[in-house]
């Protein structure tokens, strides 16, 4: 192996970056805070055979409990700056959305009050395509700057690949930096839609406490009836469901939660159980939407 870069730790726990704090460790780790420093630790990933992963917010995160047989990278100083450019929004890959939100309200920016109730980073967000309570990201979003090992190129929404909940960006892809083109409105306006966001997230999902984002994506399945994924559990008698120290949240059967000793693996295992519920009850198939780091291995029942 070559010389390690400076700032690269090895056997870093990964549970702590993520909020439902669970798994395992990396190999390395490192905290990256300019476009220089990443292209730099992506070159070296490249030239060991290192597999790449991205911590953002760790909302929508499992980490398998062996850890990541990688090199994961959590975006920090340059990386996670807000800053504003006459009616846009420049941000830092690592910067998280709902302080893009406040920032964006402060400024009175407004088309991104939605970012207040995604729990993740611009960067995250862009590679998910997460968009939530009628706001779409696509809408708002001018241009990425992209990272690999190839080096750094800009890109226009029309060349994401957005679909459903996804994006065309590949494993070896960071988002370093994203424009926002808003519009001007008053600040108290934009801050009163926010806590009426804010409000109806409170109402809806559980908060305060080691938990994930929604855990299935919502089907297109016509036998769905237009259920969500979290009614869809719900009707299968999911909610408050517990496996080891996972369970489906009382409060939203599509999110899982920590009760304080959980494993990956036990989140995997509620899944794995929700899933076939559902499957049982109505012919629907859901699709996991939390993003996994590092090896598991699903429950032998998961293919339905």
């Known amino acids: 192996m070559t010389v390690v ?17 669970t798994g395992g460790a990396a190999d390395w780790f490192a905290r990256p805070r300019s476009e220089g420093e990443l292209l730099a630790l992506l070159a070296w990933a490249r030239d060991e055979g290192l597999a790449l992963g991205v911590v953002g917010s760790g ?8 850890g990541f047989r990688g090199l994961a990278l959590k975006l ?4 996670a700056t807000i800053e504003r450019d006459g009616e846009r929004v420049v941000c830092g890959g690592g910067a998280r959305l709902p302080s893009v939100s406040a920032k964006a ?23 998910m395509n997460a968009n939530a309570y009628g706001g779409q990201l696509g809408e708002v979003l001018e241009w990425v700057d992209v990272c690999s090992e ?21 494993p070896g892809e960071v988002v370093s930096r994203a424009a926002f083109l808003l519009r001007k ?6 801050r009163a839609r926010m806590g009426e ?83 049982e009850s109505c012919g629907v198939v859901l699709e ?13 029942d998961w293919e339905l």
């Open 76 to 79: 920090d100083g340059e990386l």
């Open 150 to 170: 190839a080096g750094k190129a800009r890109r226009k929404p029309d060349q994401l690949g957005f679909a459903y909940r996804s994006s065309n960006l590949g």
């Open 197 to 279: 966001m804010r409000g109806r997230r409170r109402e809806a999902q559980p908060s305060g406490i080691k938990t994930f984002g929604s855990t299935f994506k919502n089907p297109d399945d016509e036998a769905a009836g237009g259920r969500s994924a979290g009614q869809l559990l719900e009707a299968a008698g999911c909610r408050g469901l517990r496996h080891g120290g996972a369970l489906f949240s009382e409060k939203h059967a599509n999110f899982v939660e920590n009760a304080g000793d959980a494993t990956t693996t036990d989140v995997l295992e509620l899944m794995s159980i929700g899933r076939r519920r559902v499957y």
């Open 5 to 21: 870069p400076e700032g690269v730790a090895r056997d870093f726990p990964l549970a702590r970056l993520t909020t439902v704090r």
């Open 59 to 66: 909302s929508n995160l499992l980490v398998a409990d062996d």
């Open 288 to 300: 996991p939407e939390v993003q996994v780091l590092g090896e598991v291995t699903w429950p032998s």
């Open 105 to 127: 309200a402060g400024w009175g920016l407004a088309g991104i009050e939605f970012g207040v109730n995604i729990p993740g980073t611009a960067g995250g967000a862009v590679k």
């Open 185 to 190: 409105d008053d600040s108290a306006a934009i």
